[in-house]
């Protein structure tokens, strides 16, 4: 198929950027988006231009290094799909596709389509994790979990820390994010003892970072690769109100 | 060069208790003096650099990656091994011990893989106690599954997406050191070159991948955790910056580089598509648990798979090896998928793949169960091509997955440069000729969580480090030959991209040294790869410039790396006059077609010495000798 693609090229943080429209031809549609943009980025180079910028790496959906707006959607338009992982039979011969990086105040862009999420890192540095150093542990069947838990912990761990979220919310906000790693440890036994510590740190470091609130869009949910629920939205905020009552 | 590989003395199951004892430790005051340089954040990595800084050492670590929880390690799907016996199925440290040595067809170190097995149970304990959240029964223990030939329930999983949970675990360790100030993270980098000083692994180069800046930093010691070289065939299950540079850079400056040839080919990944595909992607193997693997017993039947009865399909797996059926190990199930497509047996539009099937299982069990229990590979599977699993059979083809081979290493995970060590998939040490699955998670935490802290400090406490900084003549050296050659590559401005240099040389590594060799094919393969190098530094054209963001300039190098990596690879499948796990020599085979090892001749593990790119690599043996395991020719029959 042969497509015209609008895709935003911005040579550096501070550059200004804009749209630029490109011709691909002969795509096949059993390729990935961003094979197809790999197959951009040859006939560039051909010609000696420079290649678009864009982020991926394990190219099968769980990496989460892959972003992309496509047409106005983060991830583009299937459901439940990185870009990495949507196909190009999603789309039409002829179609017009506008493609964005994830934009966000918390998403400094680096050039092109790439833009910088270490935000993520560094709300999961202030509390994302049990404190527990290597050679403590006891026998891993100490502690049961009951089946349910186990599932409920590992549907929240699920997330690939894309960023989908927050590139989709109108806010900017990374509570589904949040929420995802806040909720698999106040889930499991393990995360007992740091749990309020957890929550209250993460949640000051995501305002830091400059990320909106929740205004309940629900735009979070239906960008996820990983279809993360707004329940977890739910449950961040309830373990902050706890946490907040009983650290008073 | 002596090899020496420091195997502690004594009984196999006593050698890490006694070797833990002997060593040196180093005092809780004095570890913050040193400072620990690790390149690459998967499991082995991560669970080093938080093990590490845990201990109280400075560490520095560096990723490809955006962010150290995207390393490739978080692709693994079906699941970590331990020696457990939950089940109370008849597993044993020992039986685990047995079944690796066995399944790395008689070409690893006894005393490491039994280390290997010992540390296994550590692991899943430690990552239950980290959050990671395993499978588990109604009655709140830990899930076990039979994986990959294993005739115990073994493995521990978490969902399709293990590696993704015990990465994000080690990942989560690490984060909570960075809080700490013990650990920092420089990401978007990657390792341009090694620095020795007075023959020891002092520091490395880096260039910044968002600047383009070339960057020094020195330590005490490095690690490299960088990973398997698997990439080198172009199209594999790898992720796209997974690359052999690293170790490449480091076998040039000393480090042996052992049994490059040893590669393993994945049998179930969804089959090419066509040319303008970037990777291939795996489902993992517990597909093979219920699937069942045929083709039609015609060739060039073009029926749809519905059309053809039941009489008139070969279930070839399960006709051959009545006891593993559609069960039997890596290599087997990926040789015999190649036998009959060769056979012109295969189905698909391209003819370059084979039917697993999930019909019958969907009959015994019902939809639901077949639901739960492959959920997300069916998914992934119709994303990618478009078909319905549930409809019609499973498409699957053999791809270049997992690297046996890697930097040699001694049993402190030291190579032949003193104060580089390198852990996880990058080195060669515990899978000898064939993984068994679930197995490389367990070795790239092992590596990580239980052996280099030890290894490490013994390293540290018995040497006398000067104090060396980035301002020494050595860095400054480095730092103008890495961009000398970056200069290089961009002013050849020729006619072909480095991708399309990428893709003839994987071409021709696929034909000549993939699923099976030979020797006529291996010699010709010797005689392309020098040219097609050559045409390279003649004719790739780099677009843009060093000093910024330049995927093309970033791949130019890797492609120059693999031009030459791929030389030693094919001298060492061609060294090899022998068949064993993921190596199988034409000559050298069964009446039944099987791989026929020669432990007379070839029971070591080959190491080679960097001579020049031009020139021949000088090849030393490390004898493999095995005391406790029974030799036997593998059988599966």
Redesign the interface.
Known sequence: MNLTLRIWRQNGPTAQGRLVEYRVEDISPDISFLEMLDVLNENLAKKGEQSVAFDSDCREGICGMCSLVINGQAHGPERATATCQLHMRKFKDGDIITVEPFRAKAFPSVKDLVVDRSAFDRVLAAGGFISVNTGNAVDGNAVLISKDRAERAMDAAACIGCGACVAACPNASAMLFVSAKVSQYSLLPQGQPEREKRVLAMRKAMDAEGFGNCSNETECEAACPKEIKMSNIARLNREYLRATLLSE | MKLDSKIPSGPVEKKWDKHRFDIKLVNPANKRKFEVLIVGTGLAGS?AA??LA?LGYNVKVFCI????????S??AQGGINAA?N?PNDGDSIWRLFYDTVKGGDFRSREANVYRLAQISN?I????????V??????????ANRSFGGAQVSRTFY??G?T???LL?GA???L??Q??AGQVK?F?RREMMDLILVDGAARGIICRNL?TGALESYCGDAVLLCTGGYGNVFYLSTN???SNVSATWRAHKKGALFANPCFTQIHPTCIPV??G????L??MSESLRNDGRVWVPKKANDKRSPQAIPEAERDYYLERKYPNFGNLVPRDVASRNAKQVIDDGRGVGRTGLSVYLDFADAIKRMGLNVIREKYGNLFD?YR????EDPYQIPMRIYPAVHYAMGGLWVDYNLMTTITGLFCLGEANFSDHGANRLGASALMQGLADG??II?YTLGNYFAGSKLGKVETGHASFKEAEKAVSAGIQRLLAIKGKR?P??FHKELGALLWDKCGMSRNDKGLKELLAQIPQLREEFWKNV?V??SGA?????LERAGRVADYLEFAQLLAKDARERRESCGGHFREEYQTEDGEAKRDDNNFSHVAAWEFTGTEGEPILHKEPLEFENVHVAQRSYA
């Open positions: 669970s938080a093990s845990e990656q955006d962010s150290p929880r995207r390393a490739h978080i692709a457990k939950y550590n899943i304990d430690h990552c239950v106690a980290l959050g959240p395993f499978a588990r029964e109604y009655g709140g223990t830990l978490a969902r997406q590696g993704q949970q994000l990942y989560s360790a984060m909570r960075v809080a993270i990401p968002v992720a796209l910056a598509s066509g303008q595909q970037s990777k992607t795996l992934m994303h990618i091509t478009g969580y239980f802290p991209t991708a399309d054209n677009t843009g910024e963001f330049n995927m093309t």
